[in-house]
């Protein structure tokens, strides 16, 4: 009996630029970790959504739970930005599951099943942007304690 084996073609541009300010506009925060949507990643990774998710399925061992999880129904509807098919395009469109959401974790195992150079630069540059929102986010939460201790009645004295 023969096995079927899909093959993920990438569509290599000439520059692959991710940029910090790029990603941090698609991670969002789920179940208070720091995700990005499979769609999100399949359009950076330049790759069909629906081959990203049959990679990751086959790969299923790669990707436990604080990897890699599949959305609620509320959640997915929390973090839609409000695109829509467009009503003059032929075929089904839209999603017939719900999305799912990768942790840093679960991208950095993504680069390794997908295997391409593009993969490879996406993941780099999706890994400085997730290290830079940390520091940012340290940094905000020390100046709002420094600025709460500031303002706390027994500092007054």
């Known amino acids: 009996?023969?096995?079927?084996?899909e093959i993920?073609?990438?569509t290599y541009d000439t520059?692959?630029?991710?940029?910090s300010v790029t990603v941090s506009s698609l991670i969002h925060i789920i179940r208070g970790k720091q995700v990005i949507l499979d769609t999100d990643l399949a359009m950076l990774y330049q790759v069909e959504t629906g081959a990203m998710n049959r990679a990751v399925k086959r790969n299923k061992k790669r990707f436990p739970e604080d990897f890699c999880f599949q959305l609620t129904e509320e959640e997915f509807l929390?973090?839609?930005?409000?695109?829509?098919?467009?009503?003059?395009?032929d075929?089904?469109?839209?999603?017939?599951?719900?999305?799912?959401a990768f942790t840093e974790q679960g991208i950095s195992m993504l680069s390794a099943i997908l295997r391409s150079d593009v993969a490879i630069k996406v993941s780099i540059g999706i890994m400085r942007a997730f290290v830079e929102m940390r520091r940012f986010l340290a940094t905000n939460s020390l100046i709002l304690n420094e600025n709460?201790?500031?303002q706390s009645p027994s500092s007054k004295r």
């Open 1 to 5: 009996m023969a096995t079927k084996k």
């Open 8 to 10: 993920i073609e990438v």
């Open 15 to 19: 520059e692959i630029e991710v940029t």
């Open 78 to 89: 929390r973090c839609q930005n409000g695109i829509s098919k467009d009503e003059n395009t």
């Open 91 to 100: 075929g089904r469109g839209g999603r017939r599951y719900m999305p799912y």
């Open 148 to 150: 709460t201790a500031a």
